[in-house]
Structure formats: C-alpha cells, structure tokens
C-alpha cells in the first residue's frame, strides 16, 4: 500500500497569498496518478487536479500542480476567502488506492 | 449534472451490518466507464477507500476490509450498495458514495452520510 504523508499539517495564511502543499509518496505513483481534493467542514471532497497537474473544467486556474514520481506540490496562486479549506492528496495508480491525511490552510 | 445521493441508518449496533445505498442521477451506471465506489472518513481523519464496482458486477475492495465488506449493483435502479458486516465503534464515520473515472480519480461524490456504531 502507498502511503502518501503531507506537510505541513497546518499552513497559515493571508488572503492574496500563495500556498504550496506538499505530497511525498512512500513509492512511486504509477503514471503519476495524483489527484488534490479540496474539502471544507460537513462537505464532500471537490475534485481540484488530476493526473499530478490537470485541472478539472471549472477549477479556476490559480489551482496548479506539479510533481511527479514520489513528489507532488500543489500550489494555490494567490489565496481567496473561499480557499480556506483542507486539502489531500489521492494516488490511484495502484490499488488500494489510497489518501494523504490532509494539510488544512486557515486563515492567518 | 452527476448527482450521488447515500441512504441507510444512521446508527448500526455493534456487530451487525452496516447497510448503505447510492443513488445515481444524471449518469447511468450500465453505461460503462466508471467504477462506483465507496469511501469513508473516520471523525477529524482523513479518507479510506473503502472499495469500487464496476456495472458488470465486478468489485474490488481495500485488502484492509475486505473480508467484511460486499458492494453490489442494481443497474435497473441505477443504484449501488454497500454492506459491512460485523461493525465495531472503529466503523463510526461519515461514508460517501462516489464515482471513479476509470483509470482517473474521483470526480464526483455523494454529500456523505454518518454512520455511528453505538448500543
């Protein structure tokens, strides 16, 4: 099982920031099938990128990742009020799939 | 618009069986091309896969859980469920249902639902 460990644990931050999570997998991700999701309390998990740098139509493009490997990054250009939130990272190149225990972004 | 929607109770009895089932709306599971999973997250924790299904009946389910756990299909509702049997207070968590592109991530998901194992 790939275990997926995120830092930090808790970033703060002001609006108009730039955030950069981190991923690191305990072996590669097969065809560095990475996923982030964004999640804010009592809501689903919102599909954020895939493939380690593809976002979904209708993510807004201050969303970017990058990475590959055993080492992911997503970066959030340039934080709005509605971002703070808790993100995780997600491989599912090799079963059982599994999640990271999430980095939440809270408002400094 | 995919819409997800989980159902069952929302308080099971230490050692009985968990039984949920997801409604799909908007996509039609017997299309093919996605695998309809199920997926928890334990209080203030992160995620757990718990297993996936495709139309045709064939599942995969998480090694961890998988001598407790059936996951099924009913393409003619165009639902699929989920049964955990022999639930602890360890079983307590939000489960959602969600689908899964194949070879591709989770790209839409059900509200979740509480699941609480208590006497």
């Known amino acids: 099982e790939i275990v997926l460990t995120q830092s930090p644990g808790t970033l703060s931050l002001s609006p108009g920031e730039r955030a950069t999570l981190s991923c690191r997998a305990s072996?590669?991700?097969?065809?560095?099938?990475l996923a982030w999701y964004q999640q804010k309390p009592g809501q689903a998990p919102r599909l954020l990128i895939y493939?380690?740098?593809n976002r979904p139509t209708g993510i807004p493009d201050r969303f970017s990742g990058s990475g590959s490997g055993t080492d992911f990054t997503l970066t959030i250009s340039g934080l709005e009020p509605e971002d703070f939130a808790v993100y995780c990272c997600h491989q599912y190149g090799s079963p059982p799939w599994t999640f990271g225990q999430g980095t939440k972004v809270e408002i400094k | 618009q995919v819409q997800l929607q989980e159902s069952g109770p929302g308080l099971v009895k230490p050692s009985q069986t968990l039984s949920l089932t997801c409604t799909v709306s908007g996509a039609s599971i017997s299309s093919g091309g996605y695998y309809w999973s199920w997926v928890r997250q334990h209080p203030g924790k992160g995620l757990e896969w718990i297993g996936s299904i495709y139309y045709s009946g064939s599942a995969y389910y998480n090694p961890s859980l998988k001598s407790r756990v059936t996951i099924s299909v009913d393409t003619s509702k165009n639902q699929f469920s989920l049964k955990l049997s022999s639930v602890t207070a360890a079983d307590t968590a939000v489960y959602y249902c969600?689908?899964?592109?194949?070879?591709?991530?989770?790209?839409?998901w059900g509200q979740g639902t509480l699941v609480t194992v208590s006497s």
């Open positions: 969600a689908k899964k592109v194949g070879g591709g991530a989770f790209d839409y």
């Open positions: 493939g380690a740098s």
């Open positions: 072996q590669s991700v097969n065809n560095n099938y």
